[in-house]
């Protein structure tokens, strides 16, 4: 069976053939270039864009969408929180010594314009519509290219997989689903995820999230969703120790390796 890779951005600016870098590194290792196909949403409003504030309290797009202000900085502030107890948590072999000389203020202003991007998928509902147009739109493109698909998605891309296959995946003939970077656990752990997985169970392989624990945004998955009757696989991969350095999944040797045999 032939076998087509899905690749999803995360927040961020990013050109329509971002994807190309990594497959080119996918392809040295497979000797063959596999079908590709890149989700590309970075044109839409409140995303790879940062967001004025507007009067009233509201938060305004580029495009003139208006979110609420305290909606958006309580989420920012109510993740960055979650960073920091993260961070605490971890046993003492795994802190570096780079990522927990930050000073907690610092690294919340780090990922912020991030996070506001990924308010902008979460509290307004035009721009999570179109998003979830294009990824559906990629898995059709990639169905008819190849018989099975490997979806390599990326921190809130990997929402964005997630939130489309919930509702979807049995349009879908998914072998392999990789959140890489993911803040799945932090949206469930804040009630802006469920555990509840949909028609993902029955029609997704395998689920193999890789997280490095210095990066601010990812963690292990399995705790916060049910592992009966779907395999979730935590994989933790040493990307980098700088937290910001650590979230770089597509250049990092070990996730090229996972996504390499997933393609097999």
Known sequence: MSKVIVFVHGAGKFKKNYFKEPLAALTALLGTQPPAVGVWYS?????????????????????????????????????????????NALPQYERHTIA??????????????????????LFDSKTYSAIQTRMRDGLNQALGMGDEIVIAS???????????????????????????????????????????????????????NLYD???????ALGPV?????????????DVDTDPIRSHDYFRNEETLTELAAAML
Request: proline fraction near 4%; hydrophobic fraction near 45%.
């Open 43 to 87: 044109d839409i409003a409140s995303v790879g864009a940062s967001l004025g504030v507007a009067a009233r309290g509201k938060t305004r797009g580029k495009r003139g969408r208006t979110l609420d202000g305290d909606e958006v900085a309580n989420f920012k502030a109510a993740f960055a929180m979650l960073v920091q107890s993260d961070f």
């Open 100 to 121: 927990f000389a930050m000073p907690a203020q610092f690294l919340a202003e780090v990922i912020a314009t991030d996070l506001t991007q990924v308010a902008g998928y």
């Open 154 to 208: 990326h921190s809130l891309g990997s929402v964005v997989a997630f939130d489309c296959l919930k509702e979807s995946a049995g349009n879908s003939n998914v072998a392999s689903l990789f959140t890489l970077g993911s803040p799945l656990s932090k949206l469930r752990r804040l009630n802006l995820r469920t555990g509840d997985l949909g028609a993902i169970p029955g029609n997704v392989g395998e689920w193999l």
């Open 213 to 219: 624990s210095t990066d601010p945004v990812a963690n």
């Open 225 to 237: 969703f049910p592992s009966r009757p779907f395999r979730l696989r935590d994989v933790f991969v």
